[in-house]
RNA sequence: CGGGGUGUAGCGCAGCUGGUAGCGCGCUUGGUUCGGGACCAAGAGGCCGGGAGUUCAAGUCUCCCCACUCCGACCA
């Protein structure tokens, strides 16, 4: 039976991926416009992800012994230019306050458009002995860049993060650091998110400003696109120098500190939407959906059938589920539709035939697969579906990268294969600038990483021709 | 920041060559429905994105802003 069109309709992705992923972040009602340009709003449902995401990553990060702190959100102007690389990458997309009341400032403040500098002239005041290090910080906050085109979670003028902050004793142990904290990435993506990533270092040219060396995870989207999910940077003691952080060493000499800096911001949620996202709506892995199984009361009016919904509910519940139930006065068509939307990953629905028959049903979200379970084995029957949607959409997306990561032994080759087939190409590559100019400019592609896994493809860059130092991905990005 | 598109009710839109605003959905109330986006009835809801101008008269014409959106360049 075809369906009317109705309001929540969403663009098909197959028509208009652009339109298909802003349809799904204000029908989903995950965010909203403000009134400043570039400004979004984290509405009830957005946010409600975005804790989830928060709570799990927060717990991984204190594992390893990281701590939480809060640092201000303006930067003096002269903290901010102390180190020169820092502020060429940013100083284009600082937002200032230039007025405190109505006096003006005798300095202006930046907006924190990233902290290393305020944990920097923060540690040149508390460190002194190499008996304080390590110090593991982090901090969940908002950073503001002045972007020129936004859309939502993947590029506003504010966004939401967390940015880990750390200071070693030794170089080798802070590139531990950056490198624990890439795997951290790594595996809440894959894990959690059901984002298969490719791990990998950036080139000069995509590195972070001021780092010595930039890791990355990169993901595919349904589109082909590659999405930057996380970074984690190792500085060496560049800005250890630059902001004169020092501590007295266990010889007694006064020595600066090796840091990190590593960040995974609210992009993650629109990373999910275009990982695992359909033309119904949203898809959401069970681990950080809001509503893990909404309860539908099918025939709701007759006898018994609410109680019988809601002695569910209150059985999920007490097993730990994410559980709510719709008694609204919605047709079942519009409910179901509405929950897909949202992308909650499990529905159950119980009516008066099912309770004769003493079971329910439950319905993925990311399949559409019914099941039939018994009402004494709900729990788990629930436990494992839920798995399942977990595993299904890791599956899925896995395929996605695995099918679309192509090799090409010239740039020509590496052209069509991008305008042909989309998703990551992958090539040796000499190293040098020119070459990546040269990708980008002709097949308009940028290099993604160079993949801590290599791979030999051959002896020579696919540009130049000349000796090749490694293998590289590339890709169109997000 | 360059190029295109769009701003009229909460959402989606209509409003021709100017005459003071309409439709569908949603919302409210009442009733009938209820296993995939139900139906009937009665309501509420608008400085037509903002500002200037032309005109007796502007949603409609002119100019300037602003916002959103898509495509590039730049960046999480």
Not at 235 to 245: I, L, Q, T
Not at 283 to 296: G, H, N, S, T
Request: net charge negative; proline share 4%; hydrophobic share 35%.
């Amino acid at each position: 039976m075809a369906k009317e069109k109705k309001v929540e309709q969403i663009t098909d992705m197959e028509v208009d991926f652009a339109q298909w992923y802003t349809d799904i972040c204000r029908k989903a009602e995950l965010v909203e416009y403000a009134s400043v340009k570039g400004f979004t709003i984290l509405r009830p449902y957005g946010y409600a992800i975005w804790e989830n995401m928060q709570q799990l990553m927060d717990a991984e990060f204190k594992k390893t012994g990281h701590v939480n702190v809060a640092m201000p959100v303006l930067i003096p102007e002269s903290l901010l230019k102390k180190e020169g690389e820092l502020v060429n990458g940013f100083a284009p997309e600082c937002a200032w306050v230039t007025m405190g009341g109505n006096e003006e400032l005798e300095e202006r403040l930046a907006f924190r458009p990233t902290s290393e500098t305020m944990f920097c002239d923060h540690w040149s005041r508390v460190l002194h002995s190499y008996r304080e290090l390590p110090m593991l910080y982090n901090q969940w906050c908002s950073v503001i860049r002045w972007e020129k085109t936004t859309r939502p979670f993947l590029r506003s003028r504010e966004f939401w993060w967390q940015e880990g902050h750390t200071i070693h004793e030794t170089a080798e142990e802070a590139q531990a650091e950056t490198e624990q904290q890439l795997n951290c990435y790594a595996d809440f993506y894959e894990n959690v998110l059901a984002i298969p990533v490719v791990r990998g270092r950036k080139t000069e040219k995509e590195k972070f400003a001021g780092a010595e060396a930039t890791y990355t995870v990169e993901c595919m989207m349904k589109d082909r696109k590659a999405l930057q999910g996380a970074t984690s940077h190792y500085f060496g003691d560049k800005f250890s120098r630059a902001y004169g952080v020092t501590f007295t060493g266990r010889d007694n000499k006064l020595q600066y500190p090796f840091q990190t800096s590593w960040g995974s911001t609210t992009r993650m949620i629109g990373a999910v939407i275009m990982a695992h996202g359909d033309n119904n709506g949203l898809v959401l892995p069970p681990k950080i959906a809001p509503i893990q199984v909404i309860i539908l009361p099918v025939a709701q009016h007759k006898p018994g059938v609410l109680e019988a919904a809601s002695a569910l509910r209150d059985r999920l519940k007490a097993a730990g589920v994410r559980v709510q139930m719709d008694d609204s006065d919605n047709s079942m068509g519009w409910k179901c539709a509405q929950y897909e939307m949202k992308g909650v990953p499990l529905r159950v629905e119980i009516g008066p035939r099912d309770m004769e028959a003493g079971q329910c049903v439950l319905v993925r979200r990311n399949d559409g697969e019914k099941t039939v379970v018994a009402l004494d084995a709900l729990e788990a029957a629930v436990t494992e579906q839920l798995e399942l949607v977990q595993k299904g959409l890791y599956e899925k997306a896995k395929k996605n990268l695995d099918e679309h990561t192509y090799a090409a032994y010239s740039l020509e080759e590496a052209k069509e294969l991008q305008e042909q087939k989309g998703g990551f190409i992958k090539t040796m590559w000499c190293g040098e600038l020119e070459c990546e100019l040269k990708m980008k400019e002709q097949a308009g592609m940028s290099s993604r990483c160079m993949p801590l896994q290599q791979e030999k493809l051959g002896e020579v860059c696919a540009c130049c021709g000349k000796p090749a130092k490694t293998m590289i991905y590339w890709g169109v990005a997000y």
